[in-house]
C-alpha cells in the first residue's frame, strides 16, 4: 500500500503541497489583518515578503564575506524581519495613513502603487536577474528517511522543508497566543470586528495599525524566507506572483480571520499539488500550468456561494 | 455655591459634513440626575450623544464635562475621561467573549480591571455565567447588557445610552430600566435616549423633547408624563 500509493502520493505531492500551504498561510495572515483592521487589499503585501527575502539574503551574504562562515537562513531573517517591519512602519507613517479616512479605493491604488516603488527599488539595489539564495540540491533529511523507513514508510524530507513546516507551526502558536491572550492582540480582533466601536470605547487605534504592521510584516517576510529556502533562489516577482493563492487563501478563510487565513493557506496549496496527481489515469490530474487557476478557481467559488468564507469573515 | 451640572450643553449647533442637524440645543445633566431625551425619529437625539463624544462636527456652543470644555475632543480621549457610551447599535464587539469585550471597555484603564470586571458581573449577574461565549451569540437583551458593562468599565463620570431598549421584548425592557435605576443608584449620572417614552420617563429626573434638532419641551419627568402634548406625541395616549 505505501510502496504503489502512499510513499510517492505523500512524499511527491502531500508534504510539497503542505510547504506551499504554509507559505500562503503566512502571507495571507497579514493581508487579512490588513484587510480586516486598515480595511484595505494591500497589493504591496506580496512586495513585503519579496524585500525581505532579498534583506534575509544580504545579511548571509554580508556574513559569509566578512565573518567568513555561512549562517542559517532563519537566523539572518532576523535583522531582515526587523528592517522590513521599521520599513513598513514607516510607510504606513507617511504613505498610507493620509489616506485613512479616504474612501478605500485609493488606498488600494496607492498600495499598487507601494507595490511597483518596492518593486523598482529592489531591481535597482539588487539587479533585475535571479539570484541564488543557497546553492545545490537539498538532500532528504537521513534521520527522518531512516526512521521513517524503520516502519516502511520512508519520509523523504529535506531539511529545509522541516524547518519551514516546523517555523510555520511555531509562528501560528505565537500568533494564537498573541490575539487570544495579549491585549494588544485582543484591540486588533476588536478593531477588526468594529473599528467605529473601537474608537469609542477608548481603543488607541493607530497603536493597533502599527501593531498590525509589525504582525502581518513579520510574517510576510518569514513567508518570503520560507518561499526562497524552498525555491532555493530569489526573483524580484516571487512576491507578485504569490499574491493571487495569498489572497485566495485570506477569501477562503474568510476577511479579517487569522486563522482562517491559515486554514484557507493550507487548503490552497494543497489543492494545489494534489490537483497535479494522477487522480484518475496514469497522467497529472491538471497540468501543472493550471496550478494558480486553482486557487482562482477556489476564490471564485468560495466568493459565489458563501462570500464571507470558512469562517465568516467581513462582507465588503 | 450651587454644584456644576455634571454636563452641560448650551446653544449647540452641530452636524454631518454640510447639513445642520442640531439646532440650539441645551440640556443639562446634574450631579446623580437621569435625564431623558425623546423625540421622534430623525430628531436628533443620537446626534447629541455624538456631540458630546466629538463623533461629529460642532459648529457651535458649548459642551462642557464638570465644567471643563470638551468640544473637539477626540473620542477615545472622551471614553478617558470617563464617558461611559453605549451606542444605539453594534454596541459590542461579536467575536469577542463577554469578558474580552469588558476588558476592551477597560483599554485606557491602568488598574483595578479584575475588581471593575467583577462589580460588573454583581451588576449583571448573567454575565458571569456567559463569560467566555462570543458575544455575537447572545440575545438581544444580553447583548446590551454586555454594552452597557463595556462601557461602565471606565470610572463613569455619566453614562450616554442610546435607545438601550429598542427591540427588546417587554421583559428585557423593564430589566434594562432597573439596571439603569440601579446605575444611577451608584451615583453614575445618566443621560439616556430613548424611543420608550413613558418608561424612561417614569425613572427620569427630568426629560427634554427634542424636535427637528431643536428643543421642543422641558421639564421633570413626572411633568412630562402629565403634559397632554407630549401624551398626544409619544404616549399613545388617545386624546
Ligand atoms: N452619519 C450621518 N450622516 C449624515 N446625516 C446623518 C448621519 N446620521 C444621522 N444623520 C441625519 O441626522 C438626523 C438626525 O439623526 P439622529 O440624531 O440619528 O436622530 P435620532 O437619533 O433622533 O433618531 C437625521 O435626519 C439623519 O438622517
Ligand atoms: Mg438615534
Redesign the interface.
Known amino acids: 500500500m505505501w510502496q504503489t500509493f502512499g510513499f510517492e502520493f505523500v512524499n511527491f505531492y502531500f508534504i510539497p503541497g503542505l510547504v506551499v500551504g504554509c507559505i500562503y498561510a503566512l502571507g495571507a495572515i497579514g493581508i487579512t489583518l490588513t484587510f480586516g483592521i486598515l480595511r484595505f487589499a494591500n497589493f504591496a503585501h506580496g512586495e513585503v515578503m519579496m524585500i525581505g527575502a532579498y534583506f534575509t539574503w544580504t545579511v548571509m551574504t554580508l556574513v559569509k564575506n566578512g565573518l567568513g562562515f555561512p549562517i542559517h537562513p532563519l537566523v539572518a531573517a532576523v535583522p531582515a524581519i526587523a528592517l522590513a517591519i521599521s520599513l513598513f512602519i514607516f510607510v504606513d507613517r507617511y504613505f498610507y495613513k493620509p489616506f485613512r479616512s479616504a474612501p478605500t479605493i485609493r488606498v488600494v491604488m496607492a498600495s499598487f502603487g507601494m507595490m511597483l516603488v518596492i518593486r523598482s527599488f529592489v531591481q535597482s539595489v539588487w539587479g533585475p536577474n535571479q539570484l541564488t539564495f543557497v546553492p545545490g540540491i537539498a538532500r532528504p533529511n537521513e534521520t527522518v528517511k531512516s526512521f521513517t523507513n524503520s516502519f516502511d514508510m520512508m519520509i523523504l524530507m529535506p531539511n529545509k522543508h522541516f524547518w519551514i513546516i516546523a517555523g510555520t507551526f511555531v509562528i501560528m502558536l505565537a500568533l494564537s497566543w498573541l490575539l487570544t491572550k495579549t491585549?494588544i492582540g485582543?484591540?486588533m480582533?476588536?478593531v477588526?470586528?468594529?473599528p467605529?466601536?473601537?474608537?469609542?470605547?477608548?481603543?488607541?487605534?493607530e497603536i493597533i495599525i502599527r501593531a498590525t504592521w509589525i504582525v502581518g510584516g513579520f510574517c510576510a517576510v518569514a513567508a518570503g524566507v520560507f518561499l526562497v529556502m524552498d525555491l532555493q533562489m530569489l526573483e524580484t516577482t516571487m512576491g507578485f506572483r504569490m499574491l493571487l493563492p495569498m489572497f485566495a487563501a485570506a477569501i477562503l478563510g474568510g476577511i479579517g480571520r487569522p486563522f482562517g487565513a491559515v486554514v484557507g493557506g493550507l487548503v490552497i496549496g494543497l489543492a494545489e499539488e494534489l490537483s497535479v496527481y494522477p487522480w484518475l489515469g496514469n497522467g497529472p490530474l491538471l497540468s501543472p500550468g493550471y496550478k494558480t487557476g486553482v486557487a482562482f478557481a477556489i476564490m471564485i467559488v468560495m466568493l459565489v456561494l458563501r462570500p464571507s468564507g470558512l469562517f465568516k469573515g467581513r462582507l465588503f | 455655591m450651587s454644584s456644576l451640572p455634571t454636563l452641560e450643553i448650551n446653544d449647540l449647533f452641530a452636524g454631518y459634513g454640510e447639513t445642520e442637524i442640531l439646532k440650539s440645543i441645551n440640556i443639562s445633566v446634574e450631579p446623580a440626575q437621569t435625564v431623558a431625551i425623546i423625540g421622534p425619529n430623525g430628531a436628533g437625539k443620537s446626534t447629541v450623544i455624538k456631540s458630546v463624544?466629538g463623533?461629529v462636527n460642532v459648529r457651535g456652543g458649548k459642551i462642557n464635562l464638570n465644567g471643563q470644555d470638551i468640544i473637539g475632543i477626540a473620542?477615545?480621549e472622551?471614553?478617558?475621561q470617563g464617558i461611559s457610551?453605549v451606542?444605539q447599535t453594534?454596541?459590542?464587539?461579536?467575536?469577542?467573549s463577554v469578558l474580552?469585550n469588558l476588558?476592551?471597555?477597560a483599554?485606557?484603564r491602568k488598574t483595578g480591571i479584575k475588581e471593575r470586571i467583577d462589580e460588573m458581573f454583581t451588576l449583571f449577574p448573567d454575565l458571569q455565567v456567559k463569560k467566555s461565549k462570543i458575544a455575537g451569540s447572545l440575545s438581544g437583551g444580553q447583548r446590551q447588557m454586555v454594552a452597557m458593562a463595556?462601557a461602565l468599565m471606565?470610572d463613569s463620570k455619566i453614562m450616554l445610552l442610546d435607545e438601550p431598549t429598542a427591540g427588546l421584548s417587554p421583559k428585557y425592557q423593564s430589566e434594562i430600566f432597573q439596571t439603569i435605576k440601579k446605575i444611577n443608584g451608584s451615583g453614575i449620572p445618566i443621560l439616556l435616549v430613548e424611543q420608550n417614552a413613558k418608561q424612561a420617563l417614569e425613572i427620569a429626573d427630568k426629560g427634554f423633547v427634542l424636535v427637528d434638532g431643536a428643543n421642543k419641551v422641558q421639564g421633570t419627568g413626572k411633568e412630562l408624563l402629565e403634559d397632554s402634548n407630549v401624551a398626544r406625541m409619544f404616549l399613545g395616549s388617545k386624546d
Request: charged content about 30%; cysteine-free.
Open positions: 491585549k485582543k484591540g480582533r476588536a477588526s470586528d468594529s467605529e466601536l473601537a474608537k469609542v470605547s477608548g481603543i488607541d487605534v | 463624544l463623533l473620542p477615545d472622551a471614553i478617558r457610551y451606542p453594534h454596541n459590542v464587539f461579536p467575536n469577542l474580552e476588558e476592551m471597555g483599554w485606557t463595556k471606565v
